[in-house]
């Protein structure tokens, strides 16, 4: 509805058509994509909450973490390893600068990055004893193998690619993937969280956005990695824009910009859940202990306990709330009638046989 309204407003002084209504709104998710990675890296020293991991994660590698306990690796200051090298983060792609600033040139640019060969990927080899080893050579195998906190998306088709449905119908909706779980609450994340994503969507949306360089897009890796490794070191610099300030700075002049936001939203709503959201933003960023990568590793340290068991503990706690919780007759037949109908559906796509996975790939591949 938000995107009618908007663009209502245009299309009577331009007299624009369909096709118009689906490149203003391409335009305008870019313009929020490009805002959204300029400044992401706030939601994760906000939302961060894994600062530690199990040694076995790193085993046989080289990395820079400390020991935290017998059987735990961390950074003290950290917020979100998980967004770092041991998830996320790809030293292969380091090289590669997608752009944002108009559709076309993004989609080009993460296919040129299918169709590129890598030698370490060349080296493993397609195919081994008849069986494959990996989809492709190429440094993406799929698009969906890119690393973005951000992406712009379309429902697809069928054995449609997604840089296809991009191509042929535009923006239909975008997908925000970088924050974490947050292990203090049953179901990952709550109102709050909700609430100032909405404000920060909506303020990356109505901010000026310039179009995006390479040396921009080198910033914001950098800012990513800075507050991944380091985020809660009260005297960590990040780059504001081209000038690297100290990042509680930075971020304080964000969530004032984000307040104007806010205030409009608690105006729509008769109510202060927004500001109450900001308010308890702007404490964690007074205080870094308010953190959810902080209250897990002082949680850890009360309780004695590795982040295994730290896990695991909370998982049974939660788990043990759902099963007591009474599913009403009417939901639960309904969700017994979708496992049916989804069983059925898969059972049909199983029966066709007319295609190898060979055929399917190259297709796949030739889009």
Known sequence: ?????????????NAASTSDLQTYINKR?????????????ILIYLFGAAPCADKSFVRGREHDMEPLG???????????????????????????FVCYNELDTYIRTLGEAIHQPYEEYENIGLMKDGEYQQLSTGLLQIENEFYSPIRPKRVTRSGETPL??????GIEYIEVRCLDINPFIDVGIDEK???????????????????????????????HVRVVNAGR????QIYCG????PMRECASHMLDDIAKVVKQLDQAHHSTDYS???????LKLEDASLTPSSRCLHTMATNHETHIEFSRRQTELFAKEFIEKDIPNDVEQQLISDVEESLLKKQELEKDLSLSFEDFLAAYYKQ
């Open 29 to 41: 998710y870019l313009d929020l994509i490009r805002n959204f990675r300029r400044n992401y890296w």
């Open 276 to 282: 109450d959201s900001l308010e308890l933003q702007g």
């Open 1 to 13: 509805e938000y995107w009618k309204s908007a663009f209502s407003d245009a299309k009577a002084n």
């Open 193 to 223: 969280t909700m609430r100032f994503l909405d404000a920060f969507l909506l303020f990356c949306l109505t901010k000026e956005s310039a179009q995006c360089d390479e040396e921009e897009f080198q910033h914001i890796s950098k800012n």
């Open 242 to 245: 081209k000038k690297e300030i």
């Open 70 to 96: 017998e059987e735990d690796l961390y950074l003290p200051l950290s917020t979100s390893i998980r967004m770092g090298d041991l998830g996320y983060q790809s030293k292969a792609q380091q090289s590669l």
């Open 233 to 236: 070191d009260p005297d960590l």
């Open 164 to 169: 296809r449905a991009l191509a042929e119908r």
